[in-house]
């Protein structure tokens, strides 16, 4: 099995910035993908960036594409969400995801193995 934990999550005003981080522990393959979700309130959950541990190849929703640069530490199995210039709609509940086969491409929640438990965003105007 594989736990994720995120944390990172705050208060910020609108044009300010964020860093996300969430751990993988456990039970994790060789080449994995890890990557980050979040849900608005009264929205359903969204894809917002992924990456690939092997190579590093990165992907992202187009809303965020240009603000969010996501990264990772492989030595410590750690992903990272930088967010600038953030918007009152990012606020959100921030999950990070882990996929064993190393496939970052998917969008779809549902194919994803692994789900932290979550970390605020709160982006005031």
């Known amino acids: 099995q594989v736990q994720l934990l995120e944390s990172g999550g705050g208060l910020v005003q609108a044009g300010g910035s964020l860093k996300l981080s969430c751990a993988a522990s456990g039970r994790t393959s060789s080449n994995y993908a890890m990557g980050w979700f979040r849900q608005a309130p009264g929205k359903e959950r969204e894809f917002v960036a992924a990456?690939?541990?092997?190579?590093?190849?990165?992907h992202y929703a187009d809303s965020v594409k240009g603000r969010f640069t996501i990264s990772r530490d492989n030595a410590k199995s750690t992903v990272y969400l930088q967010m600038n210039s953030l918007r009152p709609e990012d606020t959100a509940v921030y999950y990070c995801?882990?996929?064993?086969?190393?496939?970052?491409?998917?969008?779809?929640?549902?194919?994803?193995?692994?789900w932290g438990q979550g970390t605020q965003v709160t982006v005031s105007s």
């Open positions: 990456i690939n541990w092997s190579g590093g190849n990165t």
């Open positions: 995801a882990l996929r064993q086969d190393g496939i970052f491409l998917y969008v779809s929640t549902r194919r994803w193995d692994y």
